[in-house]
């Protein structure tokens, strides 16, 4: 393994860690003694890598970004040609993943998220990394033949970030939609939307 390849798998290692500790214990248990240990690190390891808390939280973020752009795999989204019911079901999927298999990493979204309201440089950051996902959403929703791309994108965004917050952190928690419950409630919204 190059030094390279040695610096970004630890890189990775350090920001998994993170993001687990955010799930885990909240913004408070994240420390950088906190993620060596959990880590299997040396004592340092992690401030050898991120030597502020604010470089931490950005590590944090975009392996963030990473993961969640592989749970919601929108690069293998249908061809806005196949029609309304491929999209539902493939963001049907996507956030049903979030909800159950990657239910640690949308809370640890939901610790990062809060805590760049209260963190001016770290939400630059984290709308940054949120960018290219939007940017995704609008161009499908437009192929889709919305007449309003940036309002629809918002009001799916909503909509979704509402669902896993609820089941994830809120008062669903104990309650998870099926697969199929997602997807009747998608199918709703963007009918609503598309084919007004």
């Known amino acids: 393994m190059s030094v390279r390849t040695a610096g970004a798998a630890r890189a990775d290692l ?4 993170a ?3 955010l799930a885990e214990r909240g913004m408070r248990g ?3 003694r906190a993620v060596d240990e959990a880590a299997g690190l040396p004592q340092g390891s992690t401030s050898n890598l991120a030597r502020t808390r604010q ?5 944090a973020v975009r392996r963030l970004a990473e993961r969640e752009a592989r749970v919601l795999a929108l690069h293998e989204m249908p061809d806005p040609r196949a029609g309304l019911d ?5 963001l049907a999927l996507a956030t ?4 159950t298999r990657n239910r640690e990493l949308t809370l640890a979204r939901y610790e990062l998220a809060l ?4 963190r001016p440089e770290l939400r630059s950051y984290f709308d940054a990394t949120g960018a290219r996902f939007r940017d995704q959403l609008g161009a499908l929703v437009t192929a889709m033949g919305s007449t309003d791309p940036a309002r629809h994108v918002l009001s799916l965004v909503a909509w979704a970030d509402g669902l896993m917050f609820s089941c994830v952190a809120g008062s669903f928690s104990a309650q998870v939609p099926r697969l199929e419950e997602v997807r009747a409630g998608l199918r709703e919204l963007l009918s609503g939307m598309l084919l007004d």
């Open 14 to 17: 350090v920001a998994d860690t």
């Open 55 to 59: 470089a931490l939280l950005e590590l």
């Open 86 to 90: 491929s999209l539902v079901d493939a």
């Open 96 to 99: 049903h993943r979030a909800l």
């Open 30 to 32: 994240l420390t950088h």
């Open 115 to 118: 805590e760049a309201t209260r």
């Open 19 to 21: 993001l687990a500790l």
